[in-house]
């Protein structure tokens, strides 16, 4: 009678030819530098430790608080991605700049091929 609840692979499972990129909730980036055209990728974790109050039996923990932001500067250079990051964070990011879905998806495939992006990664 135990209910055990089996661990899913993170995955981003892009289609080149509609464009479409989709991908899991635990899908994370590492520490990764980014430049594209003149596109600004900063990606910044922010941990917030939350502390039970006196003489409870609450525990300490640490929650995360990640902020993007993506700005359009030319002759910017690279921009730095820190560790632990929600991809869904970069996307909205891009997607919020209206950057295209075949770059993106170029974006995406730098970030794997440089190892920093910890999910299974399928292109069609």
Avoid: C
């Avoid at 635990?26 to 596109?39: C, E, F, K, T």
């Avoid at 600004?40 to 609450?58: A, K, W, Y």
């Amino acid at each position: 009678n135990l209910f055990v609840e089996p661990e899913t692979r993170a995955r981003v499972v892009v289609d080149q030819r509609s464009g479409t990129i989709v991908m899991g909730a635990d899908v994370r980036i590492s520490r990764v530098a980014v430049a594209q055209g003149s596109l600004t990728l900063r990606v910044e974790e922010t941990p917030v430790v939350v502390q039970p109050n006196p003489f409870s039996d609450g525990q300490t923990i640490v929650l995360p608080r990640t902020s993007a932001s993506i700005t359009p500067a030319p002759g910017t250079g690279m921009a730095e991605v820190d560790g632990s990051t929600n991809l869904s964070d970069v996307v909205s990011g891009l997607n919020a700049l209206g950057v295209a879905p075949h770059d993106m998806i170029d974006i995406l495939k730098s970030i794997n091929a440089a190892g920093a992006l910890h999910a299974e990664f399928l292109v069609h």
